[in-house]
Each structure stands twice: as C-alpha cells, then as structure tokens.
C-alpha cells in the first residue's frame, strides 16, 4: 500500500473540483470525491486496478443491465401524491429485505408515520440482484427501489457526455487544468465515473416528479453523487427541502465530506448523530443553523451485565473489502498466538464473501452486534463505527494501525498513544503486561465520548411544520 502518496492525492482532487465547481458533470467525477486516505477508497481508480475493475464492476453491471432490459416493461410501484418525507437509503444485504428497521435510518420511517407524517423510502440497489427480483420479493408497501439503470437512450447519452467531457479537458481546458492533464489519475475510465452519479440523480428526479415530496433526507459521507443530486434538484425543484444525514465515522482525515465547493452543492440541513460532529460542521466553516443533531437513529437500550466474559475480544471491520480482509488475518494470528482468548470476527454486513475459522479460539459471528458487544471486553477496530459504542457498552477499543498509514481512528480526538497497536505481539503486551486493564476502561470511560445520542424526531416535524 502506497499511503504516502495519499495526501498529495487529495490536494489535487479538491484543486481540480474547486477550479471546475461550475461545472456539474465534472464534479459528478466519483474519484476525485475521496472520503478519507484509505486504501479501498482509491485503488479502484488507479491504473494497476484496470483488470479489477473490468473483471468485478463491468461482470455484474452487465448481468444487471441484461436482468433490466428483459424486465423494462414490468409494472413499478408509484408513490403516492403527497409525500411529507422521502428518504434515499442505500440496500447493501439481502437479509434486510422487508425489515422495517433501516440500516441506515433505523425506525425513523415507522415513527414518523407513526406521527402522522407520511414517510417512504427508496432505495439504492447494492447488492447481485437486480432492482426488479428485490420489487418482486418487497413487501413493505413504503419500500421501494431505484433502477439500476436508466432507459437505453439516456444510457447512452451519458456515455458520451463524459466522452465529450474528457475531449474537453484534454484540449479545450488547458490554460484551467494544465497542472492534471499529465497526471494518469485523470484517465478516459475515471471520467466514466461520473455517469452513475448523474444516473442516479436523474432517477431520483424522475422517481419524484408526480409526488413532489416536501423534504428529501440522503445519507451523507461526502461522495459525489450528494453533491450531484443536491445540485440538480436546487434546479428542479427549488421548493423541496434537501436534508443529509451524517451517520459514518468523522477521522482526523476526512475529506470530501466538508469539502465546501459552493452552495448549490450544500443541502439545507445536515442532521448529525451527536454534538461532536455537529462542532465539526461547524469548524470546517458550515453554518451553525443549518447544523441540526438528529441522534442515533439506531440506538437501542442497553442492559450491562454484572458477569463478563474478560477473555472476548471483538474485531470489527467497516464495508470495505480491504478492511475486511486486513482485520480478518489479523483476527486469524490472534488466535493462533493468543490461546486463552476468544476473538469474535464480525464482518460487515455488505461484505459478500464468506469467511472460514480455522481456529477454535476464532468465531465469524452469525449474531447481532448488540449480543457480541455485551459479552465482549475490548474491541479492535480500524475505521468502524462501531468504535462510538464503546462507552455504552463498556468496552476498551483499541485501533489497529497499518505500517505507514495516514490514521483513520475515528476516536483520535480522545485516543491516548497506549489504545493502539500495530501487531499481535502489541496486543499480547497490552492484555498480558497492563496493570489495572477494568480501571483503564473506567478511566477511557468517564472522557465524554458522547457519539450515541438519543433520536430527536422533532428537528424533523419542525422543520415540515416551518415549510
């Protein structure tokens, strides 16, 4: 892993937007919106990655594409004319197919409708499937699903609104981007990133053009496509109220998400889960009144027992392939060099592959979170948000670092140098050789890492009831 290299990277992506912020389909461009310095989130647009991307991305779109066109015709559920809310959600697993409580947005749709206000959600098809099998095995009636595609033609037309756009900034914008027109990052394949962020955004624009809903909430981590629908739906409908949610984790290092370019690409409200990441908005410079802390949507009452199981460590990965498969190796040296422990591997639920245990002492949980964290006594983590229910549940995390990373420790704001580790044998040192580990935990505990903050509903009637 290159990771030196990663800030550099980032310097020029955010001078390349601010310079072109005019332009819409130049900033619809997904590789040049990096999250933070993560290796997942840029190999799929380096170069070397080419047969990647080919053999994995191009293999499922085209089953997905084919799935699509021999079911055009099919009949699609319509929302109703007079929508309060809508919320833009993203489907990553198939088990959480008619499950009322979101992944994302938790019980936010039963309660709000619940109070009167009538709530759907949409949404975004991660998985194999395609969007018509997951309508045809849907039945929660405020469910639905974006295509996965748009009709042939605009398909098309999109294929060459990126062609011509590439065209232009190789010969047409010079003297503008002269500083990246030999940077290999700027390829023909990386501008065809654009095309999913304006596909997107024109379905959502069509999905809503009968119900014209009030308020539109998207989930928000800072990718191109919020900024690209953001944007297009300023234009189109002016009167709609556009909300984003910051769920994920905030690091040291993050980046797209605050990147502010100008203020057609900024919804009217972000709704945080705490006031830690509220007072972040508000440093990166976004104004405080649009800043609205609408709590963990997913927070659940929680019972600590008396008797703990000491021995359980807990490994938690986030939704990205790389991490999952660094954390699972890390989970299997563990248990082979750590024998009196009990490691619980959880991978992330939108990981698709299986993982296999070869060690007695190594479990890939099948459980909820909720049940492993209880039982457990200290958490390894990288980037994971599970991390922020550590004081909650009383547990010590612990960040895993990778040689010659730039840090995504979500909890670097609160972290002492002596909750991280590098190897296993840092590890054993810190199980085996800590004096006083419970009065630790005690101490990291009583540092007001308030991340999981109760759901305040009423942020959202009020801003309904203002409109």
């Known amino acids: 892993m290159q990771y030196k290299n990663f800030k550099k990277r980032i310097n020029e992506s955010n001078k390349f937007l601010k310079l072109n912020k005019n332009n819409v389909n130049l900033v619809s461009l997904s590789f040049l919106h990096i999250l933070r ?75 709000l409708n619940k109070n009167k206000i009538n709530c759907h959600t949409v949404y975004r098809n991660f998985t194999r499937l395609s969007t018509n099998e997951l309508r045809k095995k849907n039945k929660i009636k405020n469910h639905h699903f974006l ?32 500083n990246f027109l030999k940077n290999k990052n700027f390829s023909f394949l990386n501008f065809l990133t654009g095309i999913s962020s304006v596909r997107m955004a024109n379905l959502i624009l069509k999905f809503i053009k009968e119900s014209n809903p009030k308020m539109i909430l998207i989930t928000l981590e800072g990718h191109a496509w919020e900024k690209v629908i953001t944007r297009k739906l300023r234009e189109k409908y002016p009167k709609i109220i556009i909300a984003g949610y910051q769920f994920s984790v905030l690091s040291k290092n993050t980046n797209s998400l605050f990147l502010k370019l100008d203020k057609k690409y900024e919804q009217d409200f972000i709704f945080t889960k705490n006031k830690i990441h509220k007072n972040f908005f508000i440093h990166k410079g976004f104004e405080p009144s649009k800043i609205k802390i609408l709590g963990d949507l997913k927070k659940e009452k929680i019972q600590i027992s008396k008797i703990r199981k000491i021995n359980n460590i807990i490994i938690c990965p986030e939704a990205l392939d790389y991490e999952n498969e660094v954390m699972f190796s890390f989970a299997e040296n563990c248990a082979k060099k750590i024998n009196d422990y ?29 049940n492993d964290l209880l039982k457990s006594k200290i958490l390894i983590y990288r980037g994971s948000s ?19 990373e730039i840090s995504i420790d979500p909890l670097y704001y609160f972290k002492r140098r002596e909750c991280k580790i590098l190897s296993v044998s840092d590890l054993k040192k810190f199980i085996y050789k800590t004096p006083n580990l419970e009065s630790k935990i005690k101490k990291l505990l009583k540092i007001n890492m308030q991340f999981s903050e109760k759901p305040n509903l009423s942020i959202i009637k009020k801003i309904l009831n203002d409109k």
């Not at 990981?351 to 007695?360: A, E, G, L, M, P």
């Open 342 to 370: 009990h490691f619980i591997f959880r991978p992330h639920p939108s990981y698709n592959k299986k993982f296999i245990s070869r060690y007695k002492n190594l479990k890939i949980s099948k459980t909820t979170l909720k």
């Open 37 to 111: 310095p993560q290796y997942d989130l840029i190999k799929n647009f380096n170069s070397f990655y080419l047969k990647y991307r080919i053999s994995y991305h191009l293999k499922y779109s085209i089953i997905k594409f084919l799935k699509y066109l021999f079911s055009y015709f099919q009949d699609k559920k319509k929302l109703s004319k007079e929508i309060d809310l809508l919320i833009l959600s993203n489907f990553t697993n198939l088990n959480h197919l008619n499950n009322k409580i979101d992944f994302y947005f938790g019980n936010l749709q039963y309660f």
């Open 147 to 178: 295509d996965d595609f748009d009709k042939i033609n605009c398909e098309i037309s999109y294929f060459f609104l990126f062609f011509f756009e590439y065209l232009k900034f190789k010969i047409f914008s010079f003297r503008k981007n002269k």
């Open 386 to 404: 599970v991390c922020y229910y550590a004081k909650d549940y009383k547990i010590l995390p612990i960040y895993l670092k990778t040689k010659n």
